[in-house]
């Protein structure tokens, strides 16, 4: 079998991990337990490099290296999963020659990538669009926060529900509403701060727990929904903080067109319902807009319909009662609903096959180097 040298042992100190390459390819070396060994650099997941993870001991004794992307474990000596799993990466032999060390090039235990019988998120993956050229989907998202055990009255998810009443009695739409206080999801882990091929589509976090409660949100968002209506309290001046727990968790949709110019959101249409004791309706719509824009939806003239009773309105023990009685709250979720049903089916009239996306794309990044133009990826 032929040997490469590929680095001095001196560059590999006891207790240390690399990757280095070996002819045309990398391979991760592990310097622990008085051994050399080797192992394809690449995680069988999505190709996190091996040699930046983390070192663990795991229950079996054996040392196993996690991958930096998003924790894919394999035995440094074995390449071989933890139990339970049946993945294995790819074994390399190495040996040490005046002082060099030294990689087999080819590997002594092969690759396996285990097959999954069922894909529970095949339709994420491959998107099965539910929306068709005649259906209306109206999709209600309250960001209202409160303790289950202390349930209290909400004005904008009762401006929310209203919509989504009106919607389904005056144009026979199909509602959902989703409380984003009722779903029990994970915070962004940042994988894309690490690579931004570590945020993938599905989510990588969806993908490790499919239970994860943004898979339900995903799937609502992405394949059935025409209209989303997304309901939010003033918090600070800002939209609630579990808005924002979503929204960093859609990066995994805009960045697929970053990635492979792939529009996942298509032909929706999206406005909101901004409620506060305090000021700043505008400059929450503000962030709003601009973040559902960067997914792709489109809105509708006067796409927001604000509630504030200004500064000095302290009284909150009487905001719920004059928002109730408010001829103008009414009114303003009526034709918020009539607004963008009316865009809608203008919308469905329109062929986006050929949409054009002037967002940064990674083939333009301009890096360490430049990577070849690739074909346009279309559902």
């Known amino acids: ?53 983390i070192l663990q001991r795991l229950d079996d004794g054996e040392l196993y290296v996690s991958c930096p992307w998003h924790g894919w474990q394999y035995n440094i000596r074995t390449g071989q999963a933890p139990h339970g799993y049946l993945d294995r990466q790819a074994v390399f032999d190495a040996r040490v020659e005046d002082g060099v060390i030294l990689v087999s090039e080819k590997p002594v235990v092969t690759v396996f990538r285990a097959e999954h019988e069922h894909d529970g998120l095949g339709d994420l993956r491959r998107p099965e669009y539910l929306t068709t050229p005649d259906s209306l989907h109206v999709l209600g998202i309250s960001a209202t926060n409160m303790n289950r055990s202390l349930p209290r009255p909400s004005t904008s998810e009762t401006a929310l529900q209203a919509a989504l009443d009106f919607a389904a009695s005056e144009y026979g739409a199909g509602t959902r509403m989703t409380r984003l206080r009722d779903l029990q999801f994970r915070h962004c882990e940042g994988y894309y701060s690490r690579h931004e091929e570590a945020c993938t589509w599905p989510c990588s976090i969806t993908e490790m727990d499919p239970e994860d409660g943004m898979t339900g949100v995903y799937r609502d968002l992405v394949l059935w929904a025409d209209v989303v209506l997304l309901a939010t309290p003033i918090r600070w001046g800002n939209a609630s903080s579990l808005y924002y727990k979503m929204a960093e968790r859609l990066n995994t949709v805009q960045n697929q067109i970053t990635l492979h110019d792939r529009v996942l959101i298509r032909n929706k249409v999206v406005s909101f319902i901004i409620t506060g004791g305090q000021d700043n309706v505008q400059g929450v719509a503000g962030q709003l807009n601009a973040f559902f824009a960067d997914l792709g939806f489109v809105f509708p003239p006067f796409n927001y319909m604000g509630w504030s009773r200004g500064w000095i309105a302290e009284d909150m023990q009487h ?37 054009q996306t002037p967002k940064p794309r990674i083939t333009e990044a301009g890096g360490l180097t430049e990577q070849p133009e690739t074909g346009r990826e279309r559902r």
């Not at 006891?14 to 592990?30: D, E, N, Q, S």
């Open 319 to 355: 905001n719920v009662e004059r928002f109730m009685k408010s001829r103008y709250v009414k009114r303003s979720v009526k034709e918020l609903v009539a607004n963008a049903v009316q865009l809608l089916r203008q919308l469905k009239l329109v062929d986006t096959g050929n949409i």
């Open 1 to 53: 079998m032929k040997f490469i040298p590929v680095l001095p042992l001196s560059e590999l100190p006891p207790g240390t991990h690399r990757t280095v390459k070996a002819g045309a390819g990398a391979i991760a070396l592990f310097h622990y337990d008085g051994r050399i060994s080797a192992l394809g650099h690449a995680c069988l997941h999505k190709g996190g490099d091996l040699g930046e993870g």
